[in-house]
């Protein structure tokens, strides 16, 4: 049920609407899509006297000069020097250096992490010391600018960030948002947001399209720790690389403290204290340096929202996605078997995990034609803004106030009411963000948290039956 263009158009802002088919250009680069559509929007802006053919063709070569594959690193850096000045589009971050009174600017693409930034720009920009910001970078080769040196050798090189365009999504009214929702039915709204995302809706029952936007829940939701187990290629990275500017997707690896809490040696902040969410694809190939204090580190985070780590103490909102991949789905057994073998066995961590996506229900994502939107349906820019800011909304006292849990056998723990809670608030900022609820919807709501919630206990049950009773989480509406 793709929403009707005129109806679409009426209710956002030609800014905030793009052809989903054109947006698909991302395919064919390596950007994420919430920036291929921006620049793809912008490009198309300046260019309305060309045909649309030569506007890709032309957008595909400005992409390959300003966005340069890692091959073309050293070629970049020639001609940084040999002409003084460059541009680049890049996730630039900058650090801040207490010992030299310094700030080191981070281009990934170029593996460049000891550059520098004029102070001006910086205070113009302060996001860049926040985790980063996508834009497009002007270089300049200066072999003028200060470095600071220890022992007689120069800690950085040469080349200084002069100017930035960021790439941010204009106009961002989370009110207005939420007002025109009402102008949606049910149907057409979560058509509207799987379109967003960049696929059809039409590849899924309506069943699917519940689990396929319950991946949004770490998204709006502060502090939510969700598992998805499913075949590969249905979209579960796509989501996390490609929806979000705030998000971080670690695929496989290595996983330390000092990249998710702290780091003492650098002195610099992990990515919990700068990120919406981190999400963790094919966790049965994740390593974790010195597990036990990383698991014991999670586990008080997830429990509490509070870390610490050497002399950093802090509080953080960050949500966790933990992903893995099965070819069938046998049970439960299938769940805790794609986990890492630091946290398959902790039922202490299981307990604090949110709920678990149903992601096998997926059936893979096929040929592009059929399986990405050809609809026109919202910015993915400006979607990642709106999901970002409805992490300010809270609709758990709501829930509460309309919905009562309990247990059939014995009572839900504190844990189990409070994960229901957290993920009923989560999926009513997705389907029904203006808190605009009849009791069909508290009941649909009710049964979906409870369910997301009931694949934890159960799990819990099976690994320690004496401590965990075989119970269902069970509601009703006031």
Not at 22 to 27: F, P, Q, S, T
Not at 257 to 286: H, K, Q, V, W
Not at 404 to 429: C, F, H, M, P, Q
Not at 458 to 472: G, S, T
Request: proline share 3%; net charge neutral.
């Amino acid at each position: 049920m793709t929403v009707n263009n005129e109806k679409l158009k009426e209710n956002f802002e030609s800014m905030h609407i793009i052809n989903k088919w054109e947006g698909n250009l991302h395919e064919n680069n390596r950007l994420p899509r919430f920036i291929t559509e921006y620049l793809y929007q912008d490009f198309v802006k300046k260019h309305e006297n060309m045909d649309k053919e030569t506007i890709i063709s032309q957008f595909y070569k400005f992409l390959s000069l300003r966005y340069p594959e890692k091959r073309e690193r050293e070629n970049i850096k020639h001609k940084i020097i040999s002409e003084k000045e460059y541009a680049i589009i890049d996730e630039y971050n900058v650090t801040t250096d207490l010992k030299h009174n310094y700030y080191w600017l981070n281009i990934p693409s170029l593996d460049i992490d000891n550059a520098t930034i004029y102070q001006e720009l910086l205070e113009k920009y302060d996001a860049l010391l926040k985790g980063g910001m996508w834009g497009i970078g002007f270089l300049k080769y200066d072999d003028m600018i200060y470095i600071p040196e220890e022992n007689g050798i120069k800690k950085g090189i040469p080349v200084v960030l002069k100017d930035f365009v960021p790439f941010q999504s204009v106009n961002t009214d989370l009110d207005l948002f939420l007002k025109k929702r009402e102008k949606f039915t049910k149907e057409e709204w979560i058509d509207l947001l799987i379109n967003s995302i960049g696929i059809n809706p039409d590849i899924y029952t309506e069943r699917q399209k519940i689990v396929f936007l319950s991946r949004l829940i770490p998204l709006v939701g502060n502090n939510m720790y969700t598992v998805e187990i499913g075949q590969r290629a249905t979209g579960k990275s796509y989501i996390y690389r490609n929806i979000s500017s705030y998000t971080r997707l670690i695929a496989g690896g290595t996983v330390s403290p000092a990249m998710l809490f702290y780091n003492i040696t650098s002195r610099r902040a992990g990515e919990i204290t700068i990120r919406d969410c981190i999400a963790f694809d094919e966790i049965n190939r994740i390593h974790f340096y010195n597990p036990d204090e990383v698991s014991s580190k999670l586990k008080d985070y997830m429990d509490s929202g509070n870390f610490e780590r050497g002399l950093m103490k802090g509080k953080s909102t960050c949500s966790f996605v933990f992903m893995g991949n099965c070819k069938k789905f046998d049970g439960m057994s299938s769940i805790v078997d794609s986990l890492p073998e630091v946290i398959k066995d902790d039922t202490a961590f299981i307990d604090r995990l949110s709920g678990i996506v149903p992601g096998w229900e997926l059936s893979k994502l096929m040929s592009p034609e059929k399986s990405l939107s050809h609809a026109l349906a919202l910015r993915t820019d400006y979607l990642s803004a709106i999901l970002h800011m409805l992490r300010t909304v809270n609709y758990e006292e709501k829930f509460n106030d309309k919905v009562e849990l309990y247990g059939d056998v014995t009572d839900i723990s504190i844990r189990d009411w409070k994960a229901v809670t957290r993920n009923a608030s989560a999926i009513i900022k997705i389907i029904y963000p203006d808190g605009k609820l009849n009791n069909v919807d508290w009941s649909f709501v009710a049964t979906y948290a409870s369910e997301l919630r009931s694949r934890v206990t159960e799990i819990l049950h099976a690994k320690l039956p004496e401590e965990f009773k075989n119970k269902k989480i069970l509601w009703k509406v006031k």
